[in-house]
């Protein structure tokens, strides 16, 4: 009988003379991490050791010094190693070779029905949409900056954006439950200014607090959230744990919208961590960083992204790509032809330069967008 | 009035005349995130924005083409914005800058008194050595592997390792609660091998499974724990996330061996993650790859890891360093000579090819070690 088993594939920076051979030192490393010679049981090596699928030259790096090549390098996980777990899915895919430098981790292939096990979006593209009465154009984020501000503040801010018709009013991912300005004391005072402005404008704004800590902590979080009615929320899945997050999804019966801090994502595939892998755990929405801003991430790499945001895959939902970081009102109608209309635009410090000019700046934004 | 401030020290790919802008643009980045002509209170451009408090050539990389310097630059980010929380301090030190390629973290001094908002270890070197009645020679630590085997065969390595007087027997990193050996079946029956071993000896090895999973799962995985009496387990703090981490240490009782899978230490200097950070959030013994094994790190690097296990910290016990990945029983006394008594040496894979002769191998490995 064949055993189902995840193409994870890396690229390896090594000589071509010894690429076989570090490609099955890999396939030991994700899967047994023993000597192969050592395992007699015969369903062990059949079932559960990592294979080597294929080996093919890098297309994304030429040959270094010293006759280094790259090569692409696809094993196949055996999908019962994963225990359908978050952790250990990671674990598996990236875990000890995290630690090897000459090693990325580019993709991952699933076989059909793996994503069952995991919860994927609750809400998805469609959900968003619902929520914020906004069935069709493209979306409006900004953020709550900067941390250490005063509540009145931030208070103030929320409002102007809210005035303005900004979609989602997120907290900086830098605001969390600090003692400037606790989350308790914030998140209902702002969510208070944000439904008044909705009652003044009829608009659907929602805001999205900061969930950070440890699980206790959450708790917390989620109960002021229950309790003043929030919709939404912004998690780093990397900060509280890729296992936190699903639990969050699971539980919390808010829309997420993932953070990519301490993601690392220069060595797993940014689309596969804040694309793919994300969303499997479910989030409904996922900031990255757009080409052209404070980060480096190439074109190429942010339309990978959007992709693994919104491809078909089995009954997972399809989330909102938002590309983010640096950006500004002026490179709306760019964004929009790179990403379409399914897509939510993060404009943060980008505004607030705008000074006594933010809510006029604000509308601009949202102006831009629902044009489109 | 000055502010207390983290020394956050980060290596910078960038050329020489652009080092003091990108060292700006870093303090801004890992702090309020937004242009600073935009924010108007005083008191948090002086208090919450990041200093740049130091500027010097790396020693530790070369130039590269295209007039490239590696530069070290110390940021001062002020205590405040890490709310005195995991999560949060990981998004101060390295959450948006993980996101560039360019950047990588190498170190973080802290201030006085900083370490008492976290646990730290509860038991460090001295309990762990009381725990195992072993007051002053070097520690033997082994795996039980390969995932996937049978609860037999996982018992019959268990009670073999307990009987040879190795001190902790721990689940293989990727044993977590697969179908093939779920935790609730695994963990009580090799605990019960390992207290029997221990009655026919009169020795006091410990059983260190692993747990893994969302919340909830470890909050199951705790429950069979106590259930069965266990001292001790390993934790990958990435996998499970550092404020889980955190409150693991608060709440288990357990001590905690670290594991360093998905730590992604290749853009986090590993002496800073593994060491320092670990150790703050409550590890009594960090596990790392050893140098001249299947990992890259080199020895400058181990003896870092050691030494920020070990180094005087205000009231923060020091714990093991454990030095794996590859190691033989032949490398015992060169380990030893490396890092001195208060080592753990961890041996899977290389006793596991012994084979047949697994019992005098192991017995190997433990009078070697005891002899030193």
Redesign the interface.
């Known amino acids: 009988m064949s055993v189902e088993r995840i193409l994870a594939t890396y690229r390896i920076a090594a000589p071509a003379a010894d690429i076989e051979a570090r490609a099955r030192?890999l396939a030991v490393?994700q899967?047994?991490?023993?000597?192969l010679?050592?395992?007699?049981?015969a369903?062990?090596r059949d079932?559960?050791?990592a294979t080597v699928e294929r080996i093919l030259p890098s297309p994304a790096r030429g040959r270094g010094a010293g006759g280094e090549g790259a090569f692409e390098v696809t094993l196949g996980l055996?999908v019962?190693?994963?225990?359908h777990?978050?952790?250990?899915l990671?674990?598996?895919l990236?875990?000890?070779c995290?630690?090897?430098?000459?090693v990325e981790l580019v993709d991952a292939d699933f076989p059909p029905g793996f994503a069952d096990a995991f919860p994927g979006p609750e809400f998805g593209i469609a959900g968003l949409r619902a929520m914020l009465a906004a069935p069709d154009r493209p979306l409006t984020c900004t953020a709550l900056?900067?941390?250490?501000?005063?509540l009145d503040?931030l208070v103030h801010l929320a409002r102007t954006f809210a005035l303005a018709g900004v979609d989602v009013v997120k907290d900086?991912?830098?605001l969390?439950?600090?003692?400037?300005c606790p989350f308790a004391a914030r998140v209902p005072a702002v969510q208070q200014a944000v439904a008044e402005a909705n009652r003044e404008t009829g608009g659907a704004t929602l805001y999205a607090p900061t969930l950070?800590?440890?699980?206790?902590?959450l708790a917390g979080q989620l109960q002021v959230a229950r309790d003043c009615g929030l919709r939404i929320a912004l998690v780093?899945p990397m900060?509280?744990?890729?296992?936190?997050f699903?639990?969050l999804r699971r539980e919390s019966g808010l829309a997420l919208l993932a953070h990519?801090?301490?993601?690392?994502?220069?060595?797993?595939a940014p689309a596969l961590l804040l694309g793919k892998l994300f969303r499997l755990f479910g989030a409904d929405a996922t900031i990255f960083?757009n080409h052209g801003g404070?980060?480096?991430?190439g074109r190429d790499t942010c339309l990978a992204i959007a992709a693994a945001s919104r491809d078909a895959w089995e009954g997972l939902a399809p989330i909102l790509p938002v590309p983010a970081g640096g950006m500004g009102v002026e490179r709306v109608p760019e964004m929009i032809a790179d990403y379409g209309r399914d897509t939510m635009l993060l404009i943060?410090?980008g505004l607030?330069?705008?000074?006594d000019r933010l809510a006029q700046r604000s509308r601009e934004f949202v102006e831009k967008v629902r044009r489109s």
Not at 80 to 83: F, K, Y
Not at 260 to 268: F, K, Y
Request: charged share 20%.
């Open positions: 030192a490393e899967s047994v991490e023993m000597p010679e050592a395992i007699r049981d369903r062990v079932e559960v050791v055996a019962g190693t994963t225990g777990e978050a952790s250990q990671a674990n598996m990236f875990g000890n995290s630690l090897q430098p000459e900056k900067p941390q250490g501000s005063t503040h900086d991912h830098g969390a439950n600090q003692a400037s950070s800590g440890d699980p206790r902590a780093a900060l509280v744990g890729l296992p936190v699903v639990e990519p801090a301490l993601a690392g994502a220069a060595r797993i960083p404070r980060f480096s991430y943060g410090g607030l330069v705008a000074g």
